[in-house]
């Protein structure tokens, strides 16, 4: 089993920043890749950005390419989202996300943390 562990959710104005962090443990040797998916209210839950483990390949959705930047810090097991440039449609639940292969499917990722909510103001 892999635990997720997500921070730095919060409420921020309109063109500011936030950095979420994902704390991964327990059988970790097994995912290569991590993703941040989000959930806004009456939305589906959707890609947002993933990275390997091994060698550091980004991927991002284009509705945040240019703003979002993610980051791992294997030694911490922990992968980090760095998001710039915020807009009100960027609020939403943030959940990161485990699995062996990266993928920006949300149905191929086996383990999930608990979300952390991020609030944009305008």
């Known amino acids: 089993q892999v635990q997720l562990v997500e921070s730095g959710g919060g409420l921020v104005q309109a063109g500011g920043s936030l950095r979420l962090s994902c704390a991964a443990s327990?059988?970790?040797?097994?995912?290569?890749?991590m993703g941040w998916f989000r959930q806004a209210p009456g939305k589906e839950r959707e890609f947002v950005a993933a990275?390997?483990?091994?060698?550091?390949?980004?991927y991002y959705a284009d509705s945040v390419k240019g703003r979002f930047t993610i980051s791992r810090d294997n030694a911490k097991n922990t992968v980090y989202l760095q998001m710039n440039m915020l807009k009100p449609e960027d609020t939403a639940v943030y959940y990161c996300?485990?699995?062996?292969?990266?993928?920006?499917?949300?149905?191929?990722?086996?383990?999930w943390g608990q979300g952390t909510q991020v609030t944009v103001s305008s």
């Open positions: 327990g059988r970790t040797f097994g995912t290569d890749a």
């Open positions: 990275i390997r483990w091994s060698g550091g390949s980004t």
């Open positions: 996300a485990a699995r062996h292969l990266v993928s920006t499917r949300e149905y191929d990722y086996d383990y």
